[in-house]
């Protein structure tokens, strides 16, 4: 499990958007902040958690699994309703933190709401992450973990094919605790073929098995486009670095956008609505990688994490002048709401000079990436 991890670490995969018959496996939005914080508040739900969460720890720990997910490239899936749009739980394939005899591993888990029980959503999101562990990410097996008292919890794992292996004391939990002592379960990757690379980021998967591949080489400088208001003349400039093999870019729209076939060439077509391409960036981006954005309150939240960003007119965003740059877009929100703008003014047509500059700066960025490609 310990060369699978390394292997996955080297080379992190963006979370996939997953299909099934009536749920969706998606990555984190911030408009989940409030249902996940009902879900972790209800008694019911974390009858066997030590204890029900605050809104302030549950936001904490979005925020945890949403850049936990983005460094691993795996991780915690909302899952939400296709019917009802509703957020409806959460389906988790994790690395824990603490030590045992067992570790290092990764977990299958799930949290539902409680008006969702007794409806099989649960198998449903559990079977499919469990073929994209097996046939995405190729781990050799899968562990999950509860309480004696969990009879529901437990029941599941069996109908999964999980197989007991024991009971073990929880490091997090005192000794004496009435959590402390769990129950092990453990299971081995099909006797199928396995595939050591990721879908091609932005598909949908499926549960149908891939062939092997060989492991990934080193990774490439990672470059994420906010495609929806970008120049298709910036686009041609990163698309160009991709064919000369020095970067790997994805396109993220919530619409279909047609970009030039290349294996580093990817596209990520989330749903309609106000910043959930927004989020989604904010979700996947790393620190050290790059965006190219004009979206002032995306660039913060980017900046936060560590992330580069550079408008397609070539300005960078920096910690030391996001300030002003927000500033500056309060007040010209506010003045056009007043009337005291009319609407125009906006910013000059795109140019050469335009062009010139946003080169210029992406070139230096490739640069100080100091990718074995580009040597």
């Not at 769990?182 to 091609?200: E, G, K, M």
């Not at 490439?220 to 298709?232: A, E, Y």
């Not at 041609?236 to 956008?257: L, S």
């Not at 007043?338 to 335009?354: C, H, I, K, N, T």
């Amino acid at each position: 499990m310990e060369a699978t991890l390394q292997r996955l670490a080297a080379a992190p995969r963006m979370v996939p958007v997953r299909r099934s018959e009536r749920l969706i496996l998606r990555p984190w939005r911030e408009a989940d902040r409030e249902p996940f914080a009902a879900m972790n508040a209800d008694p019911e739900v974390m009858e066997f958690y030590p204890a029900a969460l605050t809104r302030a720890e549950s936001d904490a720990l979005l925020d945890d699994l949403r850049l936990q997910a983005a460094r691993r490239g795996f991780g915690v899936w909302a899952v939400q309703e296709t019917a009802t749009g509703e957020l409806v739980g959460m389906m988790e394939l994790w690395v824990p933190s603490w030590e045992a005899e067992f570790t290092p591993a990764v977990e299958i888990g799930w949290r539902f709401v409680r008006s969702s029980w007794g409806k099989g959503l649960a198998l449903e999101a559990a079977r499919s992450a469990l073929a994209y562990a097996f046939d995405v990410l190729g781990l050799p097996y899968i562990l999950s973990w509860t309480v004696p008292a969990n009879v529901r919890s437990w029941r599941l794992m069996e109908r999964l094919g999980l197989v007991r292996q024991g009971t073990f004391e929880h490091p997090r939990l005192p000794v004496g605790h009435a959590l402390r002592e769990h129950l092990l379960y453990r299971l081995d990757a099909p006797a199928r073929v396995r595939a050591a690379s990721a879908v091609a980021p932005g598909a949908i998967a499926d549960d149908a098995p891939r062939a092997e591949t060989a492991p990934p080489g080193p990774a490439l400088p990672r470059v994420w486009i906010d495609g929806d208001g970008c120049p298709r003349v910036v686009k041609e400039i990163v698309w160009k670095a991709a064919h000369r093999g020095v970067i790997d870019v994805t396109m993220v729209a919530n619409r279909p956008i047609v970009v030039p076939r290349s294996p580093r060439i990817h596209t990520v077509c989330v749903s309609q609505g106000m910043d959930v391409a927004d989020d989604w960036l904010v979700a996947h981006a790393a620190a050290d990688e790059l965006v190219i954005t004009a979206d002032v309150p995306l660039a913060a939240e980017l900046i936060a994490r560590g992330v580069q960003v550079i408008t397609p007119r070539g300005e960078w965003f920096t910690p030391a002048n996001m300030g002003e740059k927000l500033s500056l877009r309060d007040y010209f929100t506010e003045a056009r709401a007043s009337g005291m703008l009319d609407g125009g003014g906006g910013p000059a047509p795109f140019d050469e000079r335009a062009k010139r500059v946003f080169a210029s700066g992406f070139d230096r960025w490739i640069a100080s990436r100091n990718s074995p490609v580009s040597r």
